[in-house]
Nanobody, 121 residues
Framework: QVQLVESGGGLVQPGGSLRLSCAAS????????MGWYRQAPGKQRELVAA???????NYADSVKGRFTISRDNAKNTMYLQMNSLKPEDAAVYYC???????????????WGQGTQVTVSS
C-alpha cells in the first residue's frame, strides 16, 4: 500500500508564504516524477510544478518566480515553497508521484488527498 500525504496548507494573507510537503510512504521501490497540482472551485485541476528524480523542474507560468518545488529522495518527500501568494493561488493542492513498488514493474501514478490553501486578508 502506497500513501501520499500532503501537509502545510492553511490560511495566509496576500503576499505571504506557505510551504507544502508531500510525504510518500509504503511499499515504494523507486519514485520517478513528482508534481503539485491545484484545483480551485469550479475550475479544472492544473499543474503547478513538477520535478524529476534528477531534480529538473518546470512550473506553470502563473507561479514562475514565486513558487519553488524541491524533493528529498532519501525521505521520499517533495516540497512546494510558495511565496508572494495571491488570492488566485487559493485552491486545494494535490501532490502526485509516478512510482514503482517492485523491480521491473511499470510505474503507476498515485495522488494525495489534497491540502487547502486559502489566500485572503
Amino acid at each position: 500500500q502506497v500513501q501520499l500525504v500532503e501537509s502545510g496548507g492553511g490560511l495566509v494573507q496576500p503576499g505571504g508564504s506557505l510551504r507544502l510537503s508531500c510525504a510518500a510512504s509504503g511499499s515504494i521501490f523507486n519514485i520517478y516524477g513528482m508534481g503539485w497540482y491545484r484545483q480551485a472551485p469550479g475550475k479544472q485541476r492544473e499543474l503547478v510544478a513538477a520535478i524529476t528524480s534528477g531534480g529538473s523542474t518546470n512550473y506553470a507560468d502563473s507561479v514562475k518566480g514565486r513558487f519553488t518545488i524541491s524533493r528529498d529522495n532519501a525521505k521520499n518527500t517533495m516540497y512546494l515553497q510558495m511565496n508572494s501568494l495571491k488570492p488566485e493561488d487559493a485552491a486545494v493542492y494535490y501532490c502526485n508521484a509516478a512510482l514503482t513498488t517492485g523491480w521491473g514493474l511499470t510505474p503507476r501514478t498515485y495522488w494525495g488527498q489534497g491540502t487547502q490553501v486559502t489566500v485572503s486578508s
